[in-house]
């Protein structure tokens, strides 16, 4: 809108400039026309007394050739040179005798005199006064005259030219132009011709300028140029207004008018602007769509001119942003609402990628910014910059963006949930694996902090007695050097808010989103500082008759144990739990076995013995019954021995 805004105004200026060219040729062509009427009309005064004192001075010489010596012709006159040739005609009455033979050249010298400015009079501008004469006067008199008609004809061509060159500009203005004298188009352009359909001899002394005018603008259009007659400078001097042309076709036109100077005479400059009205009419209804479109988009669209200045700005970014539209326009955005990086670090507005949009006409789509609000807030940003030309000159640069807050934290947490659910299927394989206790847990909290990217982990195992305390047993990680420090006695009351302890105490998952403001950690939170630990988690390892311990995960970043993590790093736990129980009965089972063994040896000996006893041994009946019972329970001791 602004570029048409400025045609308009351009082809105004070149208007008024025309008009002004019109006023200064029309003035010079005044001028002229003066210079000539004046010129004519001291030549035919001139002429007129030339012919008159010639004629005279021609009697006069007549006279003289006739031997008259009283001849006397009176010698006053306006023209110096007619004043000296009838002082020097009454000299020669007085020398007859001198001048008798020079009185024919007289004679036929000025009748051609006379003849030529008779020509001259009648507009024969190239007639001159020719043939040499002896007599100095006729000489000079011939000079006289040659330049009189010399100068007379310069001011005629320089009329003619003025004229020309009137017409001219009248001609090739680029506009429809007339000139109007009393309601009636006295002069028409080619131009106009076009415009209107009518030939030069249709229009002009024949059409009054009304005639032109469409319907519905006649009356307004009278009234202006009533007024513009009273006072010119009581309306605009220029105005839009609709004609018709031949063919009955509505053409809009721009009028531009303008009264020469003096006169009542009109000038009106005619532009038809139907195809711009169209294409305005067109750019408005598109802007109101593209107006609806960028108020209905649900991204945020802003517009930058080359400064990084707001030029527009949709709803939707601006509530993004927790602005106003209008508190944006016209202010800079680099500084508003991208002045720090996500990390905090400030953002050099050199090193924007939206900077190289509007300054060096790149293209660039960013998935990893953040934007800040009024509040002091930001939030995750997916945008494109896009640099705006108009033809091969950059003008600024359109921004979209989405806030991607929620995407980002879905996207972290499937990363998180993959992460845990990589070290839960690791894990099992090291449990299904592992034949040692402390290599199991060793080697499951390697993986925690490899696979999982957490800061730290350990395993504590819970010691019951008189002192109840957790040792830590296994650890992996940042800061191997501190679980030595922090055995906690958990049943104590005065210790009964501390995680570890209350883990065992419940078998309930404890969790701290900040290490940094939890007063439950604040006995250590300059060393959890040091190593880096913002969050952290304490899993109980449960089994039935109690808890074995905890399991303690520590995360660089706050808020790191979300639900589902929650749930996965318990069911973690619990399998670690159940492969140490696995592992404990194992051993046991094995220890047992060899006991077992053991025991058999030793029964079979003391059985062979007895046996060896009972074939020796002479006697009685009732001995060997009751040999034979004590066999009897001995096997059936045995056969339970074994069942454990």
């Keep these: 809108m602004k570029d048409e805004n400025k045609t308009k105004k351009q082809l105004i200026n070149e208007l008024i400039e025309s008009r002004k060219e019109i006023i200064r040729l029309q003035k010079a062509f005044n001028k002229f026309r003066k210079t000539a009427d004046h010129l004519e009309k001291e030549s035919d005064n001139v002429s007129m007394e030339l012919a008159i004192s010639l004629s005279e001075v021609f009697e006069a010489l007549k006279k003289i050739s006739s031997g008259d010596p009283e001849v006397s012709i009176s010698e006053e006159s306006e023209v110096g040179l007619i004043s000296q ?36 009079s009648k507009g024969d501008l190239k007639a001159r006064v020719t043939g040499i004469s002896r007599v100095e006067l006729l000489e000079f008199l011939k000079g006289v005259t040659n330049e009189m008609i010399e100068s007379v004809s310069r001011a005629e061509e320089d009329l003619r030219l003025s004229e020309e060159k009137y017409r001219t500009v009248f001609e090739n203005t680029g506009a429809a132009t007339v000139i109007v004298e009393e309601g009636i188009i006295s002069l028409a352009n080619r131009e106009f011709e076009r415009l209107t359909g009518y030939s030069k001899e249709e229009i002009e002394g024949r059409k009054r300028w009304t005639e032109f005018l469409a319907r519905n603008d006649l009356e307004r259009m009278e009234e202006y140029y009533r007024s513009w007659l009273v006072d010119p400078d009581s309306v605009p001097g220029s105005c839009e207004c609709r004609l018709t042309d031949r063919h009955g076709s509505i053409k809009d036109v721009f009028v531009t008018m303008a009264m020469i100077p003096g006169t009542r005479i009109g000038v009106a400059s005619l532009l038809n602007i139907t195809e711009r009205k169209k294409a305005e009419e067109t750019i408005m209804r598109l802007s109101h769509q593209n107006e609806l479109i960028l108020d209905s988009a649900g991204e945020g669209i802003f517009g930058l001119d080359l400064e990084g200045d707001h030029t527009f700005v949709n709803p939707s970014a601006a509530k993004m942003l927790g602005y106003g539209v209008q508190e944006l326009i016209g202010n800079p955005s680099h500084t508003i609402w991208h002045h720090t990086k996500a990390d905090g670090s400030p953002y050099p507005e050199d090193e924007c990628p939206i900077y190289a949009a509007y300054k060096k006409g790149l293209t660039y789509r960013m998935t990893d910014e953040v934007f800040w609000r009024k509040d002091g807030t930001s939030f995750f940003v997916e945008y494109t910059s896009t640099p705006i030309f108009e033809g091969d000159s950059l003008t600024g640069a359109v921004v979209a963006f989405n806030d991607i807050t929620e995407r980002k934290k879905s996207e972290n947490m499937i990363l998180k949930i993959n992460r845990t659910l990589k070290v839960l299927s690791s894990c099992n394989e090291i449990l299904i694996r592992s034949k040692d206790e402390m290599e199991l847990l060793n080697s499951l909290c390697t993986t925690i902090v490899e696979l999982g990217e957490y800061r730290m982990c350990r395993v504590d195992y819970a010691e019951y007695g008189i002192a109840s305390i957790l040792r830590p047993v296994a650890y992996a990680g940042c800061g191997d050097d501190h679980p030595e420090t922090l055995k906690e006695t958990w049943p104590d009351r005065e210790l009964d808010q501390k995680t570890e302890g209350e883990a065992v105490r419940t078998g309930k998952a404890v969790i701290c989103n900040n290490i940094m403001t939890d007063p439950q950690f604040e006995h250590w939170r300059d060393e959890a500082a040091k190593c880096g630990y913002t969050s952290a988690i304490v899993l109980p390892l449960a089994e039935n008759s109690g808890s074995l311990g905890v399991l303690v995960i520590y995360a660089s970043e706050p808020d790191a144990f979300d639900q589902d993590e929650t749930g996965l790093l318990t069911q973690l736990a619990n399998d670690l739990a159940y492969g140490i129980v696995s592992l404990r009965t194992r051993t046991a089972r094995r220890s047992a076995e060899e006991a077992l063994k053991k025991g058999e040896v030793e029964l079979k000996k003391r059985v062979k013995e007895l046996e ?24 059936e001791e045995l056969e339970k021995y074994k069942k454990s």
């Excluded at 019954?625 to 066999?631: D, N």
């Design 612 to 635: 060896e006893f009972y074939d020796i041994a002479v006697g009685r009946e009732l001995r060997m019954k009751e040999l034979k019972e004590e066999i009897e329970s001995l096997k």
């Design 85 to 120: 040739l009838k002082h020097m005609v009454n000299i020669t009455a007085q020398n007859i005798g001198e001048i008798v033979d020079q009185s024919h050249e007289f004679a036929i010298s000025l009748a051609e005199q006379f003849d030529v400015l008779k020509r001259v």
